[in-house]
Nanobody, 121 residues
Framework: VQLVESGGGSVQAGGSLRLSCTAS????????IGWFRQTPGKGREGVAA???????RYANSVKGRFTISEDNMGDFLYLQMNSLKPEDTAMYYC?????????????????WGHGTQVTVS
């Protein structure tokens, strides 16, 4: 599976950004795909995940502010981020797995993009 993120940038606190991830190369019908983030010196953490059934999971820190979605074909994954806070500043990664439970554990994912930087000031 090939994953390419885009949409990162710099925004003021309270603002919004929409991240996108193009996904290709699936060889199974069942999958989960999600967004993770990492700051220097810290481990990667799960932000939101969705599976092919449309089930979603969110980290407590982003519930009510972030929304994960994908297009009907499963080619594009999105993360709408509203009410951004400085603590949301991180490199954001898209990741996928053929384990269809929408886990927020990075170790459950096998395929990763290269990331897109989000900076909130």
């Amino acid at each position: 599976v090939q994953l390419v993120e885009s949409g990162g940038g710099s925004v003021q606190a309270g603002g919004s950004l929409r991240l996108s991830c193009t996904a290709s190369g699936y060889t199974h019908n069942r999958y989960a795909i999600g967004w993770f983030r990492q700051t220097p010196g810290k481990g990667r953490e799960g932000v939101a995940a969705i599976n092919d059934d449309g089930s979603t999971r969110y980290a407590n820190s982003v519930k009510g502010r972030f929304t994960i979605s994908e297009d009907n074909m499963g080619d594009f994954l999105y993360l709408q981020m509203n009410s951004l806070k400085p603590e949301d500043t991180a490199m954001y990664y898209c990741a996928a797995t053929y384990n269809y439970f929408p886990s927020l554990r990075p170790t459950d994912y096998d395929f990763w993009g290269h990331g897109t930087q989000v900076t909130v000031s």
